[in-house]
């Protein structure tokens, strides 16, 4: 790794007041997770157009988020969800 890059990431470590190597296996993390929540919304369109779009009793968009912000789980009421909400 150059220098200049190693001193500029253990800047960021420090004002987090962690370590570098902590500090990087945060920003790993959140790229693999990014990479996972990618792969669910290819999928999500993907059965979305094979299917003609959500259907009416699909629930609020806004009401999901909020349900999963909070941690309650209850993602809605179509009757196609699994326990963790998705369809």
């Not at 420090?14 to 669910?40: D, H, K, P, W």
């Not at 009793?57 to 209850?74: F, I, Q, T, W």
């Amino acid at each position: 790794m150059p220098k200049d890059v190693r001193d500029e990431l253990s800047q960021y470590a420090r004002q987090r007041g962690q370590s570098l190597q902590a500090f990087l296996l945060g920003v790993l993390t959140r790229q693999a997770q990014f990479g996972r929540n990618q792969q669910i919304l290819v999928t999500i369109d993907r059965e979305l157009m094979d299917e003609g779009g959500a259907g009416t009793d699909a629930p609020d968009a806004a009401e999901v988020l909020e349900s999963a912000r909070a941690g309650r789980g209850d993602v809605g009421s179509h009757p196609s969800a699994g326990a963790d909400g998705v369809a």
